[in-house]
């Protein structure tokens, strides 16, 4: 992982989809937010860089597994783990706001009032 983030920054871009400076963003976040820590074997970047190029690839777990020379149960364990705490960052970060009233763009075109009125009025 070292190499690639010392490396040319089209390098991780092309293995990771993401640049050097948000993927180290990527990482420090979930550790921040407890929601990785480092393994025995595997670090936050290794674990997070293995499903990245799953996920980015399409590339298989034993593919993966042979990369960074892990074996393929922790190759599994580590994508599970990421995929978990990558949803739950999800939360955190999608949420409906709290909006009382309706939207300007269905109000605007009042054609269409009548077809929402049900859903979004009390």
Same mark, same amino acid.
């Given at each position: 992982?070292?190499?690639?983030?010392?490396?040319?920054?089209?390098?991780?871009?092309?293995?990771?989809?993401?640049?050097?400076?948000?993927?180290?963003? =990527?990482? #420090?976040? @979930?550790?921040?937010?407890?929601? +990785?820590?480092?393994?025995?074997?595997?670090?936050? %970047?290794?674990?997070?860089?293995?499903?990245?190029?799953?996920?980015?690839?399409?590339?298989?777990?034993?593919?993966?597994?042979?990369?960074?020379?892990?074996?393929?149960?922790?190759?599994?364990?580590? =994508?599970? #783990?990421? @995929?978990?705490?990558?949803?739950? +960052?999800?939360?955190?970060?999608?949420?409906?706001? %709290?909006?009382?009233?309706?939207?300007?763009?269905?109000?605007?075109?009042?054609?269409?009032?009548?077809?929402?009125?049900?859903?979004?009025?009390?």
């Amino acid at each position: 992982i070292q190499e690639i983030l010392d490396g040319h920054p089209q390098v991780c871009f092309d293995n990771f989809r993401m640049s050097k400076h948000v993927f180290v963003n =990527f990482c #420090r976040t @979930l550790k921040e937010m407890n929601l +990785l820590q480092d393994g025995k074997k595997v670090t936050v %970047e290794e674990g997070v860089a293995m499903f990245l190029l799953i996920i980015g690839h399409n590339t298989r777990h034993r593919i993966c597994a042979d990369r960074f020379q892990h074996s393929l149960y922790t190759c599994s364990k580590w =994508f599970k #783990r990421v @995929l978990r705490a990558v949803c739950t +960052l999800g939360t955190h970060i999608i949420r409906p706001y %709290e909006h009382n009233g309706v939207h300007p763009r269905i109000l605007h075109n009042l054609k269409w009032f009548p077809y929402f009125k049900v859903y979004i009025l009390p």
